[in-house]
């Protein structure tokens, strides 16, 4: 589905139809796809709404520079044009960043937090340069070389040997991103305000979420949001990195579907 407003143009799946609607943000440098274990699992407990990103999948990338508030800005167009006034907000890693800058800017239509393989801090000096060395490298060779430098920290080590055909899908799905959107992205993600002063204002439920063997994000960025957002609760997955939904998508949907049942 599409929804075009002004330069606007964002697509998305929409589906279930239960009373709570679940908003998935994807990651980077990903799309919407990222999600496909989910939009079917979870539609029995919940709508379940997952967008690409401006920039991504076959939502194309508007004039103009993106903050995380750009991405919290589309969001919150789509769901008014959906007329789905609260939500459940889901992102994983740069997907969390943005319900970070969601929760900030539109936190009256927050029913609850899940933060996915994500951190609350900013990008230190040597990542914000790691962050311009990756768009070069873009600029120059295309999206797809800095999908291969991210690749191995994605999954773990025993699906990237014994699940050629998971590791190839996610290959493909980081390699196919449009350069223009990937570079926008990077510098969004390197100037990203630190969210850790959020995480003391968040007082709707919050599930954290995080692969055992998540290296980019690791289980402690996720203890420490954990100890920062009264109530948290933090499941951590066995036998997974930082795409802990695709890698191990039963003990993921399983951890969701539980806490969505609270709510
Ligand atoms: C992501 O998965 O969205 C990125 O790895 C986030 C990041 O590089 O900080």
């Known amino acids: 589905m599409k929804l075009k407003r ?18 998935l943000i994807h990651g980077f440098p ?12 979870l539609s029995d407990v919940s709508r379940v709404i997952a967008p690409d990103l401006r920039g991504f999948g076959e939502s194309p990338l508007p004039r103009g520079a993106v903050t995380m508030d750009t991405y919290a800005d589309d969001l919150h167009d789509l769901l008014d044009a959906l007329r789905i006034p609260r939500v459940v907000v889901a992102g994983l890693s740069m997907g969390g960043y943005i319900a970070f800058a969601f929760y900030r800017k539109y936190a009256s239509s927050v029913r609850a937090l899940i933060l996915a393989d994500t951190r609350s801090m900013p990008d230190s000096p040597e990542v914000k340069k790691g962050r311009d060395d990756s768009a070069a ?33 996610v290959r493909t799905l980081m ?3 449009p350069a223009e959107g990937v570079i926008a992205a990077l510098i969004a993600l390197r100037d990203r305000p ?21 290296t980019l994000t690791p289980p402690k960025d996720s203890e ?40």
């Open 6 to 23: 002004r330069e606007l143009e964002i697509s998305y799946d929409d589906t279930g139809g239960s009373q709570t609607a679940l908003l």
């Open 30 to 41: 990903l799309d919407r796809t990222l999600w496909s274990a989910q939009t079917s699992a």
């Open 137 to 169: 490298l873009v600029r120059d060779k295309g999206a797809a070389a800095v999908a291969e430098k991210m690749f191995p920290k994605m999954l773990t080590p025993q699906t990237i040997t014994a699940h050629a055909e998971v590791a190839n899908a």
């Open 175 to 177: 390699s196919r991103q």
């Open 194 to 214: 630190d969210s850790t002063p959020t995480l003391a204002q968040v007082v709707v439920p919050t599930l954290i979420v995080v692969g055992a063997e998540d």
């Open 224 to 263: 420490q949001m954990r100890d920062g957002i009264r109530g948290a609760q933090l499941a951590v997955i066995p036998n997974a990195a930082h795409l802990s939904n695709l890698e191990q998508p039963e003990a993921f949907n399983q951890a969701v579907r539980k806490f969505l049942k609270t709510l």
